[in-house]
């Protein structure tokens, strides 16, 4: 039996549309601004702006759930010739439905409810401790004039739909004859067209890998800057003709020059599931092309050649040190790769997110010999491999210190001579994290608190402060006691107390 879509929107669905529009209000003078940044690098689209006619349709932003949003995209959808002559298709099938299941252009649902709010072009709200984004907010759409005043009395006759014309036209609570920058064409089978708009090119670079945290494949793009709110999408298209959306915070991050996917079950980082079916087709293809579209400007294109490796056969693994003991003279890490006959060679390592240079690193019979320029840290050790995605293992390079050589004094921190010849700007480098009476600093904070807190001579910066969404946030605030916890990989813990 076929669904049928009724006309009028379930309150709580009303509540969290509602509460969308109003997140994404205050972007709109930034998109200028963010267009305007990225011209300067840019050249006019061969593509021009599709005419559609503008005597016959009326404009309206309303939410769009991402399986409809993306339909058009991925489907090359065009508006419908005679737009003064369409009727609602109301026993038309819902043609996003085969895009709506799980894993595919679903919901995206994350463990923390910290970062959706920052998510400004979707339509997110906060469950408890978590959260979901279930689409795009205050999309520009076109419809005929004609279909908006018969979808309208179809609804007042409270007539049903098997697709979800009837549902979006109830959500046009204002309409305009203004012409927006960019817009989608709602069709009489409830489908949206393509974005219909201008297209500037951009020359910045990107580079792929296959070692993420966040899924099987990480985009980083140089070069771009972009403000998350004005991104209402992202279109990755292969050489091979196929092209796929991306959704906020799973795929498109809150720098959006840096994007994530997943084309087989994957656990990111944080816990979180990825959504992977609609790229489970993408290992072994090229991506030629990757389209931002953004809110009431013009969207910006960027051509790639960046080549999906096949995923590694389950059979392929690597095993190595998960820890050794530092030396001036040369640490020594073991590892062995099982890969059948695709030979792997170390082509990265990385370390608080940085690659490290590794011209000096030699390999010999599955032994890296490091140079003492690796102090101790944790390491992610990355092999690389034309056709397949990479394998990696990660060792923590341990100082062999104790924390009596470390001292507190006249709030100054001092560490002792060594044998291995460490230095305490090398510790304070390798923080990890850190924690002021009540207030813990982990992720970027915890790995930055070492500059952060700490003058080049070890004693404390009594200014020290962070900046959180263009707010000052000081470390030490007030006169008083200050309990400091300190963690760095590779080195012991230290607790001590700061006065001001």
Partial sequence: MRKRYLTILAPAALALMITGCGKAADTSSSAESTLAQTESKSEASAESKTD???????YAKINIPYADYYYGE???????????????????????????????????????????AKYTSAVSEVEGDGSKITGVTEVNVAISKSLYEAAKKAIEEKKESTNPLLTFVGEMAETTDTTPAEYKVLNSDGTFSKTVGNTVKNDSKAEITTTSKYGNYEIDIKDLELEVGN????????????????????????????????????????????????????????????????????????DTDLFC????????????????????????????????????ALGRIVSRNKDVDIANVKD???????????????????????????????????????????????????LDENEAGLTLKEYLNATTSAKVNDTEYKGGKGRKFGKVAFNEDGSINLDAKYSNDGKDEPVFKDAGTYKVELS?????????????
């Fill in 488 to 500: 760095a990989d590779g080195y012991p813990d230290l607790t001590f107390e700061v006065t001001k």
């Fill in 364 to 414: 010999e019979n599955g032994t890296l010999n490091l140079p003492k320029e690796l102090v101790p840290g944790k390491y992610q050790f990355i092999f690389t491999n034309d056709k397949y995605a990479d394998l990696s293992f990660t060792a923590t390079i341990n100082s062999g210190l104790t924390a009596d050589k470390f001292h507190f004094e006249n709030n100054a921190l001092k």
């Fill in 309 to 344: 490796k096949l995923l590694a056969p389950e059979n392929y693994s690597i095993k190595g040190d998960e820890s050794a003991n530092y030396s001036k003279d040369g640490t020594q890490i073991h590892y062995t790769v099982t890969s059948d006959d695709s030979k792997y």
């Fill in 74 to 116: 991925i489907n090359d959808i065009a508006p419908e010739a005679d737009p003064a002559k369409l009727t609602p298709k109301l026993d038309a099938p819902d043609a996003a439905a085969s895009i709506r299941n799980e894993g595919n252009y679903d919901a995206v649902s994350s463990a923390t409810n910290k970062k959706v």
């Fill in 231 to 302: 991104v209402q999408g992202v279109v990755m298209e292969t050489k091979e003709g196929k092209k796929y959306g991306l959704e906020h915070l799973q795929n498109i991050w809150l720098t959006p020059s840096e994007l994530a996917f997943a084309a087989a079950p994957f656990k990111e980082v944080h816990g979180n599931t990825q959504s992977y079916l609609r790229y489970q087709d993408i290992p072994g293809q090229t991506i030629s092309k990757i389209t931002y579209l953004l809110k009431d400007a013009d969207d910006i294109e960027i």
């Fill in 52 to 58: 559609i006619s503008n005597k016959d349709y009326v």
